[in-house]
C-alpha cells in the first residue's frame, strides 16, 4: 500500500452537490492527519486537521476510521469556489507532511 | 496573519546553473521545510532544518541540494547544478509543530523554478 493514496479524480458536480472524497494511508501508528486545498500552481493550505473520530467544520466534515486506515472529506451545499484539489496528508513521526496525489474537484454552475 | 515569504515567485535557469531560492519563516517558527511539487505531480519533502541544521532529508536532496540559514531570518536552498528534472514549484515551509493539529505548519506562496 502507498504511504497515502487518493482517488485522482476529477469529481465534476454541480453547485450544491454533496461530494466525498476517500484517503487511505499505510502507517498504522499515525495519529493525526490534515486535509489541504491546493488552488492551481499555488501553495497548500490547510483546511481541516482530523485526529480523533472525525472533525466538523461548517459544509466540511472529515472522518477517520483508524481500523481501516481510512479518511474521508465530505463536503455539503458545494459552491464554485470549492473547486480546487483536495490534498491528503499525513505527517510522518518525524514531523515531515507526507502527502497524496490530490483529488481534482471541479464545481459547475 | 504571519506569512513565509519567498523569493523570487518565478525563476528562470539554464541546466548546469546555480539557483538560490529564498524563504523568510515565520519569525518564531523553529522548523523550517523545503518542498518541491513537479508539474501534475504530489508535493514531496525534500529537507526539515531544527536549530541551524539538517533533521532529515529525502533521497531527492542528493549532494547537488544545500540549505542555510545564512543570518537567523532567512533560510535558503541551493540547488548546484540545475538539471532539467529540477522544473519544480518549491515551497518552503516553517512550523511551531503541533502534531495533533497540524496548524502550526504554514507554507509560503513558493517560487516556479524553470529549468531550460
Known amino acids: 500500500r502507498k504511504e497515502v493514496e487518493q482517488d485522482p479524480g476529477p469529481f465534476n458536480v454541480p453547485e450544491g452537490a454533496t461530494v466525498a472524497f476517500n484517503c487511505t494511508y499505510s502507517?498504522?501508528?499515525?495519529?493525526?492527519f490534515f486535509w489541504y486545498r491546493q488552488d492551481c500552481r499555488k501553495e497548500p493550505k490547510l483546511l481541516m486537521s482530523v485526529y480523533s473520530s472525525g472533525n466538523e467544520d461548517g459544509r466540511f466534515t472529515a472522518q477517520l476510521n483508524r481500523a481501516s486506515q481510512y479518511i474521508s472529506l465530505l463536503i455539503r451545499d458545494s459552491k464554485l469556489s470549492d473547486s480546487a484539489t483536495y490534498l491528503c496528508v499525513v505527517p510522518s513521526p518525524t514531523d515531515k507532511l507526507i502527502f497524496g496525489t490530490g483529488t481534482r474537484l471541479q464545481v459547475f454552475p | 496573519e504571519p506569512e513565509v515569504t519567498q523569493t523570487p515567485s518565478h525563476q528562470v535557469t539554464q541546466m548546469g546553473q546555480e539557483v538560490i531560492l529564498r524563504c523568510v519563516p515565520i519569525s518564531n517558527h523553529l522548523y523550517f521545510y523545503w518542498y518541491r511539487q513537479i508539474l501534475g505531480q504530489k508535493v514531496e519533502f525534500l529537507v526539515s532544518?531544527?536549530?541551524?541544521?539538517?533533521?532529515?532529508k529525502s533521497e531527492i536532496f542528493d549532494d547537488q541540494f544545500s540549505v542555510e540559514r545564512p543570518d537567523g531570518s532567512n533560510f535558503t536552498l541551493k540547488i548546484r547544478s540545475t538539471k532539467l528534472e529540477d522544473s519544480a514549484m518549491y515551497f518552503c515551509a516553517s512550523s511551531d509543530w503541533d502534531p495533533r493539529t497540524g496548524s502550526g505548519y504554514t507554507f509560503g506562496s513558493g517560487t516556479r523554478l524553470t529549468v531550460v
Open positions: 532544518f531544527y536549530n541551524n541544521e539538517i533533521s532529515e
Open positions: 502507517n498504522s501508528a499515525s495519529q493525526s
